[in-house]
């Protein structure tokens, strides 16, 4: 029988370690500046946005919602889909935030406009397309479970932004237009009932006149 034996487990030493890194790393390991850590990092974010180079500010210019009348109760939103494009943004969360913001209803037609219903005009929105750290634009909107975080495109850092809020909306014109339906059905019996006592009530009276 074979007895049983202990293989003795060799473990690295830490200086073997920092030599390797440092034979692959092609410098010497040390403890870092804050400033040489900072420079660091903003030739990373130069090399991957070439704006950047030149030390500008990119321009972001936003155009105008398109807005016209439809009717005398609705209005719509003709650049709708174009605006989402621009912001990056997913038609059924911007679709949302609008009528969140304004307290009414509304839906995407087929013509890819937003029609809503009441008066509106231009309308901005900051707190879903505005970066707050560095005032940019460009930035992308991602859900993670259901928190939702703002991610700029240009340094890579996200925040969180507060979930959409549905406002109050007023359900006037569906009550009037269920009571309106209500009087329809009871209106024309209600005219047969008094037709009915009308006409009773007359030839009583001519009955009465003949004797």
């Known amino acids: 029988m074979l007895g049983n034996k202990k293989k003795n487990l060799k473990f690295p030493d830490e200086d073997e370690i ?4 440092e034979a692959l790393l092609g410098q010497t390991w040390r403890d870092h500046t ?3 850590l900072l420079n660091r990092v903003f030739n990373i974010m130069r090399e991957k946005n070439a704006d950047m180079v030149a030390g500008e500010k990119r321009k972001f210019v936003m155009k105008s919602p398109q807005v016209i009348r439809v009717g005398t109760r609705k209005t719509s939103f003709v650049n709708f889909t174009d605006t989402c494009k621009l912001l990056h943004r997913q038609p059924k969360h911007l679709l949302a935030c609008l009528l969140a913001k304004l307290g009414t209803s509304g839906s995407i037609d087929g013509n890819n406009q937003l029609v809503i219903k009441g008066k509106f005009q231009q309308k901005q929105i900051e707190e879903y397309v505005t970066y707050h750290t560095r005032r940019s634009p ?8 259901q928190l939702c975080f703002l991610q700029c495109e240009t340094c890579h850092s996200q925040c969180s932004v507060a979930s959409i809020k549905t406002g109050f909306q007023a359900v006037t014109d569906k009550r009037a237009q269920l009571r309106a339906k209500a009087n329809l059905l009871i209106t024309p019996d209600f005219t047969k009932c008094v037709l009915r006592n009308w006409l009773d009530r007359f030839t009583i009276s001519v009955d009465v006149s003949l004797y």
């Open 18 to 21: 920092l030599e390797k890194e």
């Open 138 to 145: 460009d930035t992308i909107l991602q859900k993670d479970t």
């Open 34 to 36: 804050c400033e040489e």
